[in-house]
C-alpha cells in the first residue's frame, strides 16, 4: 500500500464538483496515509459562455482559500485552485503560466508538506507537463478518462500532440475503457485497464424508502441518472417517450444540451442533480435503468463509471451505442441502435422479479468495487516504483 508520499493530482473537475474516480482515488490515498494536493482544472480548452457557473464556483472558491492558496477539503486532502491565463495557445502565454504554476504549487507543497512526491495527471497539456517535469517526482502517472481530443466541445488545437507526448513520457498510463486502453498501450507497455468501481453496499441496498420526487410519477418508470449531454441519445428518449405514453421516463442529472423535444413530453420528468448518496433509492425504485449512448468518435471510447452502480441493483439495464455494451450481453438488454430501443425496454419490462441475470449482474458489480479497484491499482503503482528505483 502506497503511503508517507505527497501525490500531486491535477485534475479535470473541481473537488466540489460531482464525486467521481478523480475524488474517489484521491481521498483512497489520504486514508491510507498519504497527503494530496488537488490542483483544480487548469485547461484543456478556451472557456465558453455556458461555462460561466463553473468560473464563478471556481472564483469563490479562491476566495475560500485566502492569501494560503490552497484551501483544506478533507483530511490529508488539500485543493488548489490555480491562477492560468487560459489563452494557453500563445507561446509566451504558456511560458508565464509554466512559471506563474509552478510557483503556486511550489507554495502549497510547502504548506502541505513531504517530500515524496507522485504526479498524477488527468490533464494531458503541455502546461501540466512541464510543470510535472519541474516538480521532479518520483512517478508520473496519466490516468485516460475519456478521448477528449475527439470532444465535441472542442480542445486546444494542440491536445492530441500532448497527449501522445505524454503517454510516451509517464512512468503508468490507466485507462478507463478496452477501447483507451488499445488506443495507448501501442506506445507505452506500462498501460492498463483500470475502469471505475462501485460502492456495492450503497447500491445493492433494496430497502430503501420511496423518494418524495418519484411518488407521484406512476410506473412503470424508467430512469437514467448522469450528465445530460450530447452523449445521450435524447432522440431514442424521445422516440420511447412518444410511442409508449403509459411510461414515465425519469431524468436525474444536469442538463448541458437542447432537451426541448423531450422536455414538452408529459411522461418525461427532469428532476435535476441528485447527491450521489441518495441515487440508490431513485434506482430501487425503477422498473427499468437505461444507458442510452449515440454512437460517435467520441463515445466509442467510453466506459460510463455508472454501469457497475447499475449492475449492483440487479435491476434491468437497457443499453445502446458503446461497443463494451457487447461483453455484458447476458447481464444487459443491448439495443443495436435508437431506433430498437423501445422494443427492448418492453422486453425489459417483462423480467422477472427473481430472474438469473439479477444474480449475475450483482455478482459482476461485486467483483468491481472501488476497494478491488483500489488494492489493484496500489499494486500496479508499487510495482512501478519497484522497477524504477533498481
Not at 463553473?54 to 486532502?77: D, F, K, Y
Amino acid at each position: 500500500m502506497i503511503r508517507d508520499r505527497v501525490l500531486v493530482c491535477f485534475s479535470t473537475i473541481s473537488w466540489d464538483y460531482l464525486w467521481q474516480r478523480h475524488q474517489e482515488f484521491m481521498s483512497r490515498f489520504a486514508r491510507a496515509g498519504n497527503r494530496v494536493l488537488f490542483v483544480e482544472p487548469i485547461g484543456i480548452r478556451m472557456p465558453k459562455w455556458e461555462d460561466r457557473a463553473r468560473i464563478l464556483a471556481r472564483l469563490r472558491n479562491r476566495t475560500r482559500a485566502g492569501a494560503r492558496g490552497v484551501r483544506p477539503v478533507m483530511e490529508n486532502v488539500w485543493a488548489l485552485d490555480p491562477l492560468v491565463n487560459p489563452l494557453q495557445q500563445f507561446d509566451w502565454i504558456h511560458r508565464r503560466n509554466v512559471a506563474a504554476l509552478t510557483a503556486q504549487l511550489q507554495n502549497a507543497l510547502a504548506q502541505v508538506g513531504g517530500e515524496k512526491v507522485l504526479a498524477w495527471t488527468y490533464a494531458p497539456t503541455p502546461l501540466a507537463r512541464e510543470v510535472i517535469a519541474r516538480l521532479r517526482p518520483q512517478l508520473v502517472i496519466y490516468d485516460c478518462v475519456d478521448a477528449y481530443s475527439e470532444n465535441p466541445k472542442g480542445v486546444f488545437a494542440w491536445y492530441a500532440e500532448s497527449e501522445r507526448a505524454l503517454v510516451r513520457e509517464a512512468d503508468l498510463v490507466l485507462t478507463t475503457s478496452p477501447q483507451l486502453h488499445a488506443q495507448h498501450q501501442p506506445a507505452n507497455p506500462h498501460t492498463y485497464y483500470l475502469p471505475a468501481g462501485v460502492h456495492y453496499d450503497q447500491f445493492a441496498e433494496d430497502t430503501l424508502p420511496e423518494p418524495a420526487a418519484l411518488q407521484n410519477i406512476p410506473p412503470p418508470r424508467l430512469v437514467f441518472f448522469g450528465g445530460i449531454d450530447e452523449r445521450v441519445d435524447l432522440d431514442a428518449l424521445t422516440r420511447v417517450a412518444r410511442s409508449h405514453p403509459e411510461w414515465q421516463l425519469v431524468l436525474l442529472g444536469v442538463v448541458r444540451t437542447n432537451v426541448a423535444a423531450l422536455a414538452r413530453m408529459p411522461n418525461v420528468h427532469f428532476l435535476g442533480q441528485i447527491a450521489h448518496d441518495a441515487l440508490p433509492a431513485f434506482l430501487h425504485h425503477a422498473d427499468a435503468l437505461l444507458l442510452p449512448y449515440v454512437r460517435t468518435v467520441f463515445s466509442h471510447y467510453i466506459q460510463p463509471a455508472k454501469l457497475f452502480e447499475c449492475l449492483a441493483t440487479g435491476k434491468p439495464i437497457v443499453a445502446s451505442g458503446l461497443p463494451l455494451f457487447d461483453a455484458y450481453r447476458d447481464m444487459l438488454y443491448v439495443a443495436s441502435n435508437g431506433e430498437t430501443y423501445a422494443d427492448w425496454i418492453e422486453k425489459a419490462l417483462t423480467e422477472k422479479k427473481d430472474a438469473p441475470e439479477m444474480a449475475k449482474r450483482r455478482a459482476c458489480a461485486r467483483a468491481n468495487t472501488w476497494d478491488v479497484r483500489f488494492q489493484e491499482l496500489n499494486r500496479l503503482l508499487e510495482e512501478r516504483l519497484a522497477e524504477i528505483s533498481h
